[in-house]
């Protein structure tokens, strides 16, 4: 008698795109997105880096850390942020302060829902744009 046939290229396919969906979201956790950052933001790590996106009054600030979570720099460093909601796309202009890029949000832009892209290098290095769901789901403060 047998209990089980070999696999059809079907039941391939689901395995093979639970296996990366499963493999993707382990990765994601192991750095550190499941819970807030150092400064109470979400963090995203789009490179050799992580991003670190925290809302403030009006407007956010995005800190560029290292692997270890620490260490913000804005030397040789840039911050480029769109969002994207109801069907249109708001390019938010970054100016870097001492230890995080400001990013005020422009009239008639809420974080309440849509996407956030953060376009960032730090200290020279490059990386891929980092996506967060809006609302955040961490807010510092």
């Not at 997105?33 to 991003?51: D, L, N, S, V």
């Not at 720099?73 to 840039?78: L, N, P």
């Amino acid at each position: 008698m047998r209990w089980f046939s070999s696999p059809t290229p079907r039941m391939a396919s689901a395995v093979l795109a639970s296996s990366v969906l499963l493999a993707g979201t382990t990765a994601a956790l192991a750095h550190g997105e499941a819970e807030p950052g150092p400064h109470g933001g979400e963090i995203r790590m789009p490179g050799a880096f992580h991003t670190e996106v925290v809302a403030a009054s009006g407007a956010l600030r995005v800190y560029l850390l290292d692997m270890q979570f620490e260490n913000p720099q804005t030397a040789e460093s840039s911050v480029e942020v769109t969002v994207r909601q109801q069907g249109e796309t708001h390019r938010v202009e970054c100016t870097a302060a001492e230890r995080a890029f400001r990013c005020p949000l422009p009239d008639g832009v809420s974080l309440n829902a849509g996407a956030l892209e953060v376009s960032a290098v730090r200290g020279g290095g490059q990386s891929w744009d980092a996506e967060y769901s809006l609302p955040l789901a961490f807010s510092g403060g």
